[in-house]
């Protein structure tokens, strides 16, 4: 489960040249990876800068665990059971609520004391490689179903640490891809919060071409199958990257809800289609965490995704293409949007 770091705010949108002239493409450093945002037509590109700014900014001080002052932190320092949430966390929550319940608890927002256990306790770039104290034994997390999400109107228990990551990041990028969209007179735009992304607007002909690597996710230089996307969203998760050792013990960000430590993962990569990034951000973390056993958070909602082992096999599920170039086909209805609005009592 990829936790927010802190947003770099005075880090600079720098151009990067694709030479494509149908398009214009920026990226920078925010919460602890890379942004990019890729529009069409291109002088549309730095109103779509500024509104995703304003998100980004927002996001940060609503879900980094990292910022002593964001609304997250204050909450885990908090004594109090009862907490009036702004409307941008209280729908952070839900998306985190609505993503345990659609993944069995695969997925839950109470690992934040794990992750710290492990040695997770401040932005990434911050930990040392090689911790010289071993892990605490770990032991399964408080879980979901101990939070009550009303509206805005938030019930937690004394001493749980609410950690985000695994659907933040990606509600980030649908947030951010909306609001970028909503100031442009026309045309599309593309979203990435580090390879975890969105898309708004009318997509350039033929869909969005999005290269599907790990091996970016590690620094090294991407290579793979390049898909089409033409609505929704694309995450991956993976256990090849956020990696340190804490005694003879190798630790990842990657947090097992039902035993508090760094997954066992059945596959080393999943990456995952869906209506908004928010639920592939929150199955792809599902297949990671559950294996074969959470296929069925994938299957049941229809949504396509690329599965690779260990020994570096493919699976493929759903109707995710098997060629080169080949379009992602996500679902029309989100269930997940669905049950978001029906815990902030949206409409």
Known sequence: MSTLAPLHPNAPWQHVDLGERFIAVAERSALGTTARVIVWPPHELPNALHAVDDQLSALDLQASRFRDDSEISQVNASQSHTFLLSEGLAELVATALAAAQLTDGLVDPTVGGALIAMGYDRDFSAIQEHLPD?????????????????????????????????????????????????????????????????????????GWPILVSEESLAGIEPSGPVIRLQRGGVA?????????????????????????EPVRAH?????????????????????????????????????????????????????????????????????????????????
């Open 236 to 260: 991956t998760s993976s256990v090849v990257c956020r990696r340190w050792r804490r005694g003879n013990q190798a630790m990842h960000h990657i947090i097992d809800p039902r035993t508090g």
């Open 267 to 347: 596959w080393r990569t999943a990456t995952v289609a869906a209506p908004t990034c928010a639920h592939a951000n929150a199955a792809s973390t599902a297949l990671i965490v559950g294996g074969e056993d959470a296929l069925h958070v994938a299957a049941a909602a229809g949504l396509p995704a690329r599965l690779i082992g260990h020994d570096g096999s493919i699976h493929l599920i759903g109707s995710w293409p098997d060629l080169d170039g080949g379009q992602l086909i996500v679902p029309a209805g989100d269930p997940f949007v669905s049950r978001i609005m029906a815990l902030t009592g949206a409409t």
């Open 134 to 206: 071993p892990p605490a034994m770990g032991t399964p997390v408080p879980g979901w179903a101990s939070l009550e999400l009303n509206g805005r109107l938030l019930r937690r228990p004394t001493g749980i640490v609410l950690d985000l990551g695994a659907t933040a990041k990606g509600m980030g990028s649908d947030r951010s891809a909306r609001a970028a969209r909503s100031v442009m007179s026309g045309g599309g735009v593309l979203v990435s919060l580090g390879g975890d992304l969105a898309v708004a607007g009318q997509s350039p002909q033929g």
